[in-house]
């Protein structure tokens, strides 16, 4: 059973998971946006060593702070392809949003695809590709959680209007990759507080009412 630890960070309030194997102290990182001290206390505080940070997608609210941990780890980074040119962007990005002066994005040392399999101590972690807030979002499955990065929120759904974005293939993701996990499955976002699978397929306002699950299929 994996330990996930959910960490705030940055202007937007992103979340970074520590998720470690408690006996063989073992771990990844989902998502690194900011503060990477704050991560590394946390990483340190329950002994862990990460093994490769993962991002959920290339914004730069989940990816500021891999170029330091990276160093200070010594670990790798990875991302899927299709979020390469988001990454790249991400100074002029944070430049508009937030403002001020950002550091230079992180090189991926590899890339996730779907159905790629991360295996952390005697766990595995599946990957999903999940296009629609951007079209490389993926999102980790491990026993009984999924990270979702952008693409669900607890009672949201993610943007579909940035560069990237498609309405029509977040709906895809979320009908066909993410809605269809058990119930009683986690959900952890890339902002906000955790959910569940159920929770959502029932009280989701942009799924439900709006009948953007089809409950029928
Ligand atoms: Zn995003
Ligand atoms: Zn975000």
Redesign the pocket.
């Known amino acids: 059973m994996l330990i996930v630890e959910r960490i705030v960070v940055g202007p937007?309030m992103?979340n970074s998971y520590l998720v470690f194997d408690p006996v063989l102290k073992e771990g990844i990182l989902i998502d690194a946006g900011d503060e990477s001290e704050k991560i590394l206390k946390n990483i340190e505080r329950n002994n862990v060593e990460v093994k490769a940070i993962y991002a959920t997608h290339g914004?730069f609210?989940?990816i500021l702070a891999v170029g330091d941990l990276k160093e200070y780890l010594g670990c790798k980074f990875y991302i899927h392809k299709d979020d390469l040119e988001i990454l790249g962007n991400a100074v002029t990005n944070y430049k508009e949003i937030v403002g001020g002066e950002c550091p230079e994005p992180p090189k991926p040392d590899d890339y996730v695809e779907d159905g790629d399999k991360i295996i952390i101590g005697s766990s595995k972690i599946e990957v999903l590709h999940t296009p629609g807030h951007t079209a490389g979002s993926v999102s980790y499955v491990l026993d009984g959680s999924v990270f979702t990065g952008?693409t669900l929120f607890a009672g949201a759904i993610g943007r579909y209007d940035l560069p990237g974005g498609s309405l029509e293939l977040l709906l895809k993701s979320l009908n066909e990759k993410i809605l269809i996990l058990p119930e009683n499955y986690s959900v952890y976002p890339?902002?906000g507080p955790s959910t569940t699978i159920g929770v959502e397929k029932f009280h989701n306002p942009f799924i439900g009412v709006r009948g953007l699950y089809r409950r029928d299929k």
Do not use: K, T, V
Request: net charge negative; glycine share 12%; hydrophobic share 10%.
């Open positions: 937007l992103s914004h609210d989940h952008d890339g902002h």
